[in-house]
C-alpha cells in the first residue's frame, strides 16, 4: 500500500536561510508525488509535483524538489526562505482510488 | 478557490445531532473527494464519488455517509455527530485522479 512519511512536524528557520523538508514515500506501483502548501486559515494549493520525466521539479515561486527512487524521498528545498513562506507542507501520493495520500504535514517557521 | 464551494463555512453542533455539508462545483468534473485535517494526522479520505449515484469509503468513512445525485454537488452528511468528529473538512474535485486535484476553502466543524 502507498504511504508518506514526512519526518519532520516543525521545521523553524531564520530568513533567507536554506531550508529542506524531509519526505520518503512507500508504492508499489507507479509513483506519483506532489507538495502542496497550506497558509493559515486557507485550503491547500499545489506547490509541485512529479508524474514522470525530469526527477527535478521546480515552483514558481522558488521551491524545487528531487524525486529520488533509490531513496524513495521527495525532499522539497529553497535555497533561501521568506517570512511569506511560513505555511504548513503537506507531502502526498496517489493512491488506487485516485485519491491523494498525505503525510502528517510539516510546519515551516520563518523567523526574521 | 474558484470553481469549488464548500458551505457552510463554519459549524458549531450538539453531539448526536445531524449535520450535513455541501460542496459545489462548477467545473463538471466527474471526481469528488471529501478529506478530514486534523493536527497530527494530515488529511484523511472520508469518502469519494467518481460519478453521479457513484461513490465509495475512503480511509476514514465510519460514521459518514455522502450522496451525490448531482454532478455538481457532494453531501457529506455525519448521521448522529460526536465530538471525535470535530474537525475540518475538505472537499475536492479533480478532473483526471490524484494528478489534478482542487481543494476547497474547507469547513470547520465544532461538536460539542
Known amino acids: 500500500a502507498q504511504s508518506v512519511t514526512q519526518l519532520d512536524s516543525q521545521v523553524p528557520v531564520f530568513e533567507e536561510a536554506p531550508v529542506e523538508l524531509r519526505c520518503n514515500y512507500s508504492s508499489s506501483v507507479s509513483v506519483y508525488l506532489f507538495w502542496y502548501v497550506q497558509y493559515p486559515n486557507q485550503g491547500l494549493q499545489l506547490l509541485l509535483k512529479y508524474l514522470s520525466g525530469s526527477t527535478l521539479v521546480e515552483s514558481i515561486n522558488g521551491f524545487e524538489a528531487e524525486f529520488n527512487k533509490s531513496q524513495t524521498s521527495f525532499h522539497l528545498r529553497k535555497p533561501s526562505v521568506h517570512i511569506s513562506d511560513t505555511a504548513e507542507y503537506f507531502c502526498a501520493t496517489g493512491g488506487s482510488q485516485g485519491n491523494l495520500i498525505f503525510g502528517k504535514g510539516t510546519k515551516l517557521s520563518v523567523k526574521p | 478557490d474558484a470553481g469549488i464551494t464548500q458551505s457552510p463555512r463554519h459549524k458549531v453542533t450538539e453531539t448526536g445531532t445531524p449535520v450535513t455539508l455541501r460542496c459545489h462545483q462548477t467545473e463538471n468534473h466527474r471526481y469528488m473527494y471529501w478529506y478530514r485535517q486534523d493536527p497530527g494526522h494530515g488529511l484523511r479520505l472520508i469518502h469519494y464519488?467518481?460519478?453521479?449515484?457513484?461513490?465509495d469509503k475512503g480511509e476514514v468513512s465510519d460514521g459518514y455517509s455522502v450522496s451525490r445525485s448531482k454532478t455538481e454537488d457532494f453531501l457529506l452528511t455525519l448521521e448522529s455527530a460526536t465530538s471525535s468528529q470535530t474537525s475540518v473538512y475538505f472537499c475536492a474535485i479533480s478532473v483526471q485522479g490524484a494528478t489534478g486535484y482542487t481543494f476547497g476553502s474547507g469547513t470547520r466543524l465544532t461538536v460539542v
Open positions: 464519488s467518481y460519478g453521479v449515484k457513484d461513490t
